[in-house]
């Protein structure tokens, strides 16, 4: 069974910067896929980015490229989310997941494909 704790949320002006980190126990990921998602009111979760532990292959959604950074720490079995320029629309709370790695397919953008979750930690980014 694998543990997932998100942390680093808050409240921000809109250009500032927030780095979210999902510290992982119970077992070690290096065979998983981590991925971190949001989810604004009213609105379904969406895939943000994500990282493949084994390689480090990493995607972005299109609306955060050049923004927001996916990394991992293997030491403290932790990934993080350093989030830069933050917008409005950025608000929402944010979910950090993880799911075995699929040999020759890519990293899932799809939330259901994703078997173990965080709590969530909430970004909210004024005007």
């Known amino acids: 069974q694998v543990q997932l704790v998100e942390s680093g949320g808050g409240l921000v002006q809109a250009g500032g910067s927030l780095r979210l980190s999902c510290a992982a126990s119970?077992?070690?990921?290096?065979?998983?896929?981590m991925g971190w998602f949001r989810q604004a009111p009213g609105k379904e979760r969406e895939f943000v980015a994500g990282?493949?532990?084994?390689?480090?292959?990493?995607y972005y959604a299109d609306s955060v490229k050049g923004r927001f950074t996916i990394s991992r720490d293997n030491a403290k079995n932790t990934v993080y989310l350093q989030m830069n320029s933050l917008k409005p629309e950025d608000t929402a709370v944010f979910y950090c997941?993880?799911?075995?790695?699929?040999?020759?397919?890519?990293?899932?953008?799809?939330?259901?494909?994703?078997?173990?979750w965080g709590q969530g930690t909430q970004v909210t980014v004024s005007s």
């Open positions: 119970g077992r070690t990921l290096t065979s998983h896929d």
């Open positions: 997941a993880a799911t075995p790695s699929r040999v020759f397919k890519p990293i899932s953008s799809y939330y259901a494909e994703y078997d173990y």
């Open positions: 990282i493949r532990w084994s390689l480090g292959n990493i």
